[in-house]
Each structure stands twice: as C-alpha cells, then as structure tokens.
C-alpha cells in the first residue's frame, strides 16, 4: 500500500503543476531559428501570444517580426546554423542577456529545387545538409548545456513528413529530414533524465513561400502550370487544403508547455491526413 500510495504521489505532482494555466509560457525564454520564414513567423507568432519572451533568430532580418511581439518581449538574433562557432557565441550572448533557454524550437531548414539524385550536385546536397542537419545538433547541443543546469527545458526539432518516407526527386531533402527524426529519438533519451523533452514535427504541405517556389520549380522543369500543381497538392490532402504556419505554431506552442510534460522522442504528423502513420 505504501508503495502505491507513493507512485499515485509521483504521478500526481506534474498534473497538480499544470492546473493553472498549462498552456502560459509566460517569463519563459524561446529562441526560434529560421524566424524570418513563414513557418518561423507562425511559431513566434504562437509563443509570443502565450507570453513567452522570443528570440528570433535568422540569418536574415527579423526587425519587423520582433516589432510585431506584444509587450517589447521580441529579440533579434543573427544566427548562421551551419557555423557551430556563431553558434556557441550566440548562445552564450544568450545567458549572459537572460540567464536562461526554456525552449528552442529548430526551425531552420531549406529544400532543394526538384530533381533526381543522379542529377544532384555537390553544391545542393552540402548546402542542405548543412542546414538541415548540421544545425539541429549545433543548436540543440548547446541549448541542452543550459537547460541541464536548470533542470527543464524544451527542445522541438521542425522535420517533415519526407522524413517518413521517399518522395522521387527529393532524396536528400528525405535524407537530412529523416536525420532529424532519428537524432530527436537519440536526445530525447539522453536528455530525459534532466526533465528536458525533446519532440519534432512533421509538416506536410503547408501554405506557405516555399511551398510555392518549390511549384514554380517542377512546373519550370516539366512545362507545367505552376497553379495546377499546386491543386493536385491541395486535392491531395485528405483534409482538402494546405496547414498554415498559425497552426504549426500551435503544436509548437503546445509542445513547448507544461501540458506536454509526458511527451518525449515523438515525431508529430501535421499533414491534414497525408501521413497518418509513426
């Protein structure tokens, strides 16, 4: 009995932390790579509504972004992922600033124009590597260095359904997402021990600047026209339209909470039910 009534105790504890407000991030301090972006704007959009204090941070400038978050809670940050020193030196800009990283939500990532493998070249398969992969573990590693110290912490990894599974003439797109998913697993593991969750999501089509150039792209390539690709995409969603950068802010926003506090090493669908497998 005694043992019983202790792990009701243990599980009692985290549930009795988020009857507040579970979903306030208030006083907490985010940083979000790739912000300038349409799906990094939807992401700090989403925090920034829960109070959260937001870093935004982006090779290109996120002035305007940071101007748009309420309360003078915006940062700016330059931020190359893909240089592990910048990296280092921006995080310990970082602590110095707030002492602290509560989330880190990696959202940097870029695709390739479409083609075959055979086709690729040394220029297109580097560059998006070191973007899409190189960058997660830069910038997880050292968010998991300042969040151990304080014992919490989330770490949310942006990947894509192509993660999943292989899309033709998108190989090493697939490959550097599915390399997400995999090293999310792995820190989700080691880190669960300090109270620091790790989870990524995997967007489908999704409306946004991208998805767009990517359409410009294949129809440039095979003579098609540019809007009835991106019908087809549409129709081929069985929820019949594209996700929005608001509601991938959301997820981000709900991982990012106390309400996910038993949520670690999973890999969310947010695909209107084009992928409705793990």
Not at 7 to 31: F, H, I, Y
Not at 41 to 54: E, H, K, Q, S
């Amino acid at each position: 009995m005694k043992r019983t009534q202790s792990l009701d105790a243990a599980n009692e504890a985290p549930l009795d932390a988020t009857t507040a407000q579970p979903n306030s991030l208030r006083g907490r301090v985010a940083l979000v790579t790739g912000a300038a972006g349409d799906l990094g704007r939807g992401i700090a959009g989403a925090l920034a509504a829960r109070d959260a204090i937001v870093l935004c941070a982006d090779i290109r400038s996120t002035a305007d972004l940071v101007e748009a978050v309420p309360g003078g809670r915006g940062r700016e940050l330059a931020l190359d992922v893909t240089d592990s020193g910048e990296v280092e030196r921006v995080f310990a800009r970082l602590r110095d600033d707030h002492g602290r990283l509560d989330i880190l939500v990696n959202n940097a990532g870029l695709a390739h124009p479409p083609a075959p493998l055979a086709d690729t070249s040394d220029a297109v398969i580097d560059r998006v590597l070191d973007v899409n992969v190189k960058g997660v573990p830069h910038c997880a590693r050292a968010a998991a260095r300042m969040m151990i110290g304080t014992g919490s912490g989330r770490i949310i990894n942006i990947a894509s359904q192509a993660g999943k599974c292989g899309v033709a003439n998108w190989a090493v797109y697939c490959a550097s997402k599915a390399a997400v998913i995999a090293a999310t697993q792995a820190q989700a593991l080691e880190l669960a021990a300090h109270g620091i969750t790790v989870n990524a999501i995997c967007p489908g089509p999704m409306l946004t600047e991208m998805t767009s150039e990517t359409a410009r792209l294949e129809a440039a390539a095979s003579g098609a026209d540019v809007e009835v690709l991106l019908e087809e995409q549409r129709r081929a969603v069985p929820l019949g339209r594209f996700g929005t950068a608001a509601e991938l802010g959301e997820m981000v926003a709900w991982i990012a909470s106390d309400a996910s506090s038993f949520t670690t090493g999973a890999s969310f669908n947010l695909t209107g039910g084009m992928s409705v497998f793990f």
